[in-house]
């Protein structure tokens, strides 16, 4: 199981989902009408590191991480 | 190997103790001469902060942040090495959780051998803080908060799952 935390003001519970790459998990959120407005505009870490490609492989145990806009300060 | 591990352990700490976050405002004049005496003996030249403060703005009675800590020791550490490369340190507090008006969520410093390092390290710093360090903000309004979209910055690279 690949387990999916939302985080910051996304506000969803996570997610333990069965799937092998991130293409999986997208095509899983699109169903989701309360993710529409957060697939855009969010980053994505696997295992506390930042991705950028969307054929990146998942594995049993990893964390995936939806990281929306950011303001510190 | 097992004293190269512990090298290791001592020189990752040393770095996250650099970064310091705290449960509400910012205890200012503590942080920063803290930082003061941990490294005015330290033959810095320069030694640099930059103090964010609340304002009263829009009908707010202060912000509130969240954070996600593994991503912002990993930021804050590639910082730490960028700035070793130039005989620097960078140093950082903010708040989690509520901050009211006038006081402060947010406090970086950069100490280095000479000022220009320094000037143009905390400018640096402070941008790349701004659009990438993973904490959230949301204005308190009538006591609710309220995610503060239209001042966030989407992380490089965000929208790979749309």
């Given at each position: 199981?690949?387990?999916?935390?939302?985080?910051?003001?996304?506000?969803?519970?996570?997610?333990?989902?069965?799937?092998?790459?991130l293409?999986?998990?997208?095509?899983?959120?699109?169903?989701?009408?309360?993710?529409?407005?957060?697939?855009?505009?969010?980053?994505?870490?696997?295992?506390?590191i930042?991705?950028?490609?969307?054929?990146?492989?998942?594995?049993?145990?990893?964390?995936?991480?939806?990281?929306?806009?950011?303001?510190?300060? | 190997?097992?004293?190269?591990?512990?090298?290791?352990?001592?020189?990752?700490?040393?770095?996250?103790?650099?970064?310091?976050?705290?449960?509400?405002?910012?205890?200012?004049?503590?942080?920063?001469?803290?930082?003061?005496?941990?490294f005015?003996?330290?033959?810095?030249g320069?030694i640099?902060?930059?103090?964010?403060?609340?304002r009263?703005?829009?009908?707010?009675?202060?912000?509130?942040?969240?954070?996600?800590?593994?991503?912002?020791?990993?930021?804050?550490?590639?910082?730490?090495?960028?700035?070793?490369?130039?005989?620097?340190?960078?140093?950082?507090?903010?708040?989690?959780?509520?901050?009211?008006n006038?006081?402060?969520?947010?406090?970086?410093?950069?100490?280095?051998?000479?000022?220009r390092?320094a000037?143009?390290?905390?400018?640096?710093?402070?941008?790349?803080?701004?659009?990438?360090?993973?904490?959230?903000?949301?204005?308190?309004?009538?006591?609710?908060?309220?995610?503060?979209?239209e001042?966030?910055?989407?992380?490089?690279?965000?929208?790979?799952?749309?």
């Open positions: 199981m690949v387990r999916v935390e939302f985080l910051g003001p996304i506000g969803k519970e996570p997610l333990d989902l069965d799937i092998s790459n293409n999986e998990l997208s095509i899983i959120l699109k169903d989701d009408e309360s993710m529409s407005s957060w697939l855009q505009n969010s980053a994505i870490a696997v295992n506390d930042l991705v950028q490609d969307k054929n990146h492989p998942l594995k049993d145990g990893d964390k995936v991480s939806l990281l929306p806009p950011v303001c510190g300060g | 190997m097992e004293i190269k591990y512990l090298y290791y352990l001592l020189y990752v700490v040393g770095d996250l103790e650099n970064l310091e976050l705290f449960d509400g405002s910012l205890l200012v004049e503590k942080i920063t001469n803290k930082w003061y005496d941990d005015r003996l330290s033959n810095f320069a640099i902060t930059f103090v964010g403060v609340v009263d703005e829009d009908g707010i009675d202060g912000l509130s942040f969240d954070i996600y800590e593994p991503i912002l020791n990993s930021w804050f550490n590639a910082w730490q090495e960028k700035a070793k490369v130039k005989g620097a340190i960078v140093l950082m507090a903010h708040s989690k959780g509520d901050v009211l006038h006081t402060s969520s947010y406090i970086a410093g950069v100490c280095s051998p000479k000022r390092v000037l143009e390290l905390i400018d640096e710093f402070v941008e790349d803080f701004k659009a990438s360090a993973p904490i959230w903000k949301y204005d308190i309004i009538n006591g609710k908060r309220e995610y503060a979209l001042r966030s910055t989407a992380i490089k690279g965000a929208g790979i799952l749309s």
